[in-house]
């Protein structure tokens, strides 16, 4: 059976290569530990298709050293003793390990000593964050590269060659891709080139060739295949976290444009538990008391889409986005709330004067509990001035309002009246 044109595509050197140049280009690290023959051990992180597993076998290739594929999560220790053994024969072996980010402790614990002798040079690939994911034993050995989506040229780039390649691609089938098929394959695929590749051959080979044998690939035809199936991304991948934490300072800068756009991305990508939880977080994190009646409607909404479901819950998701990001915006609780615990974290559990302490019980008294408590609703306006925070922290104010809207700058008046008297 015949590999797929995205496997026989491979490059073979970094010559080769599509993109990536910021770590592989000419005078770049990659580029110069491969002409010194100085290779040490490294994590290529980014989206599916980007060429991870390219830039590995284009240094086996370039460098003429055994090259050996495994996954961290389906094969075994014994898989792993094997390449060990292939390096004690032929010197170094180079080891493009997938899904590095699920490598359990008994193979990261047989790992690690080759890695120091330099018989096994790691590259590992992973979708996910290396600095979250991946322990620290691992990523102390080796150096960590961020392998980014292709521009739409580079992937158009590498669609022509594919097409030209008679050996390796389709150039002996004579294909016509027309431009506009052409565009929508290089955007539709998201950056993805191996999915660009794998597309372009199955509209190639499910296209009937006219009676000059030429094989038509229209817009039409690329969009069946195609289908935009890459544009959701990975809901459980790095890119997934970066598209939320987009969406939220977007948010928070007020940006309404770029809210939808982020918010668009998720619906895309089905995640509704995530959006309704970021919502609720924003409301109360970013608006907070500028607008305190929009966290009830954030929740309403929020109730609403989760009732409804995917695709009718963006409707409300819009409308609360849209309110979220244009409101006044304030994080002084928040504040207050954090320089409350860096206290608590700083002086610990500090006495609590003894007129607040509970009083209900027989002999609290004697304890000098309650005593000379004063009870508010007893004074004029229910107020009186009595110590409330430990003595330690008697003079520390930690709410401090901004009076970005109405609202707060009545509860900054407030709280400055109160502090007056």
């Known amino acids: 059976m015949q590999q797929p044109l995205a496997f026989r595509m491979r490059p073979k050197t970094l010559a080769e290569i599509v993109g990536q140049t910021d770590i592989i280009g000419t005078n770049k690290i990659i580029n110069r530990m491969v002409k010194a023959k100085r290779l040490s051990s490294m994590i290529l992180y980014g989206p599916p298709g980007t060429g991870k597993t390219s ?29 060990a053994e292939e390096a004690k024969i032929s010197g170094t072996v180079i080891l493009l390990l997938d899904e590095i980010h699920r490598l359990d402790k008994a193979k990261q614990d047989f790992l690690l000593p080759h890695l120091e002798s330099g018989a096994i040079v790691l590259i590992g690939a992973t979708t996910e964050n290396p600095y979250i994911s991946i322990s620290p034993a691992i990523r102390s050995r080796t150096q960590i590269f961020e392998v980014k989506p292709l521009k739409q040229n580079e992937i158009e780039i590498a669609i022509r060659h594919a097409l030209k390649d008679p ?16 565009t ?35 817009l039409e035809i690329i969009q069946d295949t195609v289908q935009r199936k890459n544009i959701s991304g990975d809901k459980n991948g ?96 928040l504040i207050a709330i954090d320089a409350a615990l860096n206290d608590l974290h700083s002086y610990g559990n500090l006495a609590i004067p003894a007129h607040l302490k509970d009083a209900h019980y027989q002999g609290a008294t004697k304890l000098g509990h309650g005593v000379h408590y004063k009870y508010p609703h007893n004074y004029q306006n229910d107020w009186i001035r009595q110590q409330y925070l430990p003595s330690k922290l008697k003079k520390q104010i930690y709410f401090k309002p901004k009076g970005n809207s109405n609202y707060e700058k009545q509860l900054k008046l407030t709280a400055e009246k109160l502090d007056s008297l």
């Open 238 to 333: 790095d890119a997934h976290y970066d598209v939320i934490s987009a969406f939220q300072k977007s948010i928070r800068g007020s940006d309404v444009n770029a809210t939808l756009h982020y918010l668009a991305r998720l619906i895309e990508m089905g995640d509704l538990p995530i959006i309704i939880r970021r919502l609720l977080v924003i409301a109360y994190e970013d608006i907070g008391l500028a607008n305190p009646q929009l966290a009830a409607r954030t929740l309403q909404a929020t109730n609403t889409a989760e009732k409804i479901g995917l695709p009718e819950a963006r409707i409300p998701l819009a409308n609360i986005a849209i309110e979220l990001a244009l409101s006044p915006k304030s994080n002084s609780a």
């Open 167 to 182: 050996i390796r691609g389709l150039g002996q089938l004579n294909v016509d891709l027309t431009p506009d098929a052409m």
């Open 55 to 83: 830039i590995a076998s284009a240094i086996a290739g370039t460098t003429n050293y055994a090259f050996r594929i495994l996954n961290a999560a389906v094969d075994s220790k014994k898989e792993l003793q094997i390449v």
């Open 184 to 218: 929508e394959l290089v955007m539709a695929t998201n950056g993805d080139l191996r999915s660009a590749l794998n597309s372009l051959e199955l509209a190639v080979l499910s296209t009937n060739p006219d009676s000059n044998n030429q094989i038509h690939v229209t």
